[in-house]
């Protein structure tokens, strides 16, 4: 394979991009300049280096000195008793624009399909089984599901409840829903501040 068809091969697996459209950046890439050729190569190849997984709850962070757990895990601002699980990083974002929330995150790293019953194996299932399981002896008091309100949304909610629900029922740990305060379709991503901002006052 020639390096164009390589590229865009590369771009056909970016997420909510098609094979049209994976073109189209490609051939973008041609006309750069030689400078941002180089800057963007350059950005790409250090990025690992320059960002982590937060150990705690999995998001991607700016690192300078290969810190493992982000800002607001290690916050002692925020509240370490309620866990939000989320489906993307790109969620977060959206509630830390708000600014309501003060409890730490999840992030489970993509959705259970209600159509395709192949297991996800990025989904952090596991992971975050063994987070709950490690913070109920030290005083977790929710757990809040907030995933977009589609089919998807919804079969992950059930995906994650099955996992969790049976370790907090039996510590009578409370499971609130984020979706409720959401309109039908919607995704948390796209969703506005005063949106969010409701959905978590009025979570059930
Ligand atoms: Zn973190």
């Given at each position: 394979?020639n390096?164009l068809d ?5 771009f056909?697996?970016f ?8 073109k189209?950046f ?8 030689k ?6 190569s350059?950005?790409i ?7 982590n997984e937060c ?7 700016n690192?300078?000195?290969n810190?493992?757990?982000c800002?607001?895990c290690s916050s002692n601002?925020?509240n ?13 974002l ?6 309501v929330?003060?409890?730490l995150?999840?992030v489970l ?6 159509l395709?019953?192949?297991?996800n194996k990025?989904?952090r299932?596991g ?6 399981e ?7 008091s929710?757990?809040?599901?907030g995933?977009?309100?589609n ?9 994650v ?7 907090l ?6 499971i609130?829903?984020?979706g ?8 948390l ?8 901002k ?7």
């Amino acid at each position: 394979m020639n390096p164009l068809d390589k590229l865009i091969t590369h771009f056909e697996k970016f997420p909510g991009v098609g094979a049209r459209q994976a073109k189209r950046f490609a051939y973008h890439v041609l006309t750069l300049s030689k400078d941002d050729t180089a800057e963007l190569s350059k950005l790409i190849a250090e990025l690992r280096g320059s960002v982590n997984e937060c150990a705690s709850c999995h998001r991607y962070f700016n690192t300078q000195n290969n810190e493992q757990i982000c800002s607001i895990c290690s916050s002692n601002n925020r509240n370490h008793n309620r866990l939000l699980v989320t489906e993307r990083d790109s969620d977060i974002l959206a509630i830390e624009r708000a600014g309501v929330y003060d409890g730490l995150y999840f992030v489970l790293g993509g959705t259970v399909p209600l159509l395709n019953a192949s297991e996800n194996k990025k989904l952090r299932g596991g992971a975050l089984k063994a987070t709950v399981e490690a913070r109920i002896p030290t005083g977790l008091s929710e757990v809040i599901i907030g995933f977009s309100v589609n089919p998807d949304g919804e079969n992950t909610a059930r995906f994650v409840e099955s996992i969790i629900a049976p370790l907090l029922l039996e510590k009578n740990i409370k499971i609130s829903y984020l979706g409720r305060g959401l309109s039908t379709g919607s995704e948390l991503e796209y969703a506005d501040v005063e949106t969010i901002k409701n959905a978590l006052k009025s979570r059930t």
